[in-house]
């Protein structure tokens, strides 16, 4: 059987908004670029609800549409229905597990689920996963802490980071995001030290 993979995704919660950024790599086994401009971040429940996903393509399909059944179930209730998604893998209810990974946040909540039943709300307001996960979460975390980015420009740098070291991540960046900053400021870069002239 053929496997079709690959991917980064990356997640910030900053100031009242939310970004998740996705490249657009999808692998066939472990040597051929079979598509590079997959799209795996989306807006779902009438765009209240962004998510991106990681790991095989049709476990990554199943668990986002999974999701969006138990969203609707719950009206958008986004911790409820993850929980409720959680608990149907625990109970065996739908027969397998899936090799694949998610985020998803509304304006209040992020939440990173797997298709083994597992919820998890990351510390930190940052979070990554798939096959450069490790990368663009070290780039993100370093960004927020040393800069003063939005939410957006730190999880699409944090992807651009991962896609130069990672063979299974590119540079086909798509950025979904969700809430409202109170105070748009721009975006400085703290580590650009000014000269006093």
């Given at each position: 059987m053929i496997e079709f993979r690959g991917t980064t995704i990356c997640a910030v919660k900053k100031n009242g908004v939310t970004a998740i950024a996705g490249d657009g790599q999808v692998t066939m086994g472990e040597s051929v670029i079979f598509k590079n401009t997959a799209v795996k971040v989306r807006r779902i429940y009438g765009g209240k609800v962004i998510l991106g996903f990681a790991g095989s393509v049709t476990?990554?399909?199943?668990?986002?549409?999974?999701f969006e059944g138990m969203l609707n179930k719950f009206s958008?209730?986004?911790?409820?229905?993850?929980?409720?998604?959680?608990?149907?893998?625990?109970?065996?209810?739908?027969?397998?597990?899936?090799d694949a990974m998610m985020i998803t946040a509304d304006e209040n909540t992020l939440l990173i689920l797997s298709g083994t039943g597992e919820v998890i709300e990351p510390d930190g307001g940052v979070c990554a996963i798939g096959s450069g996960g490790n990368y663009a979460l070290a780039a993100a975390r370093a960004l927020y802490q040393?800069?003063?980015?939005?939410?957006?420009?730190?999880?699409?740098?944090?992807?651009?980071?991962a896609s130069e070291i990672c063979v299974f991540t590119n540079d086909n960046i798509r950025c979904e995001k969700v809430g409202e900053s109170e105070n748009l400021v721009p975006a400085i870069d703290k580590s650009k030290k000014t000269e006093v002239k």
């Open positions: 476990d990554a399909f199943s668990l986002t549409e999974k958008g209730n986004l911790m409820r229905s993850a929980v409720e998604l959680a608990e149907l893998w625990r109970s065996d209810k739908i027969g397998r597990k899936l040393e800069t003063d980015y939005d939410a957006e420009t730190i999880a699409k740098k944090a992807l651009k980071i």
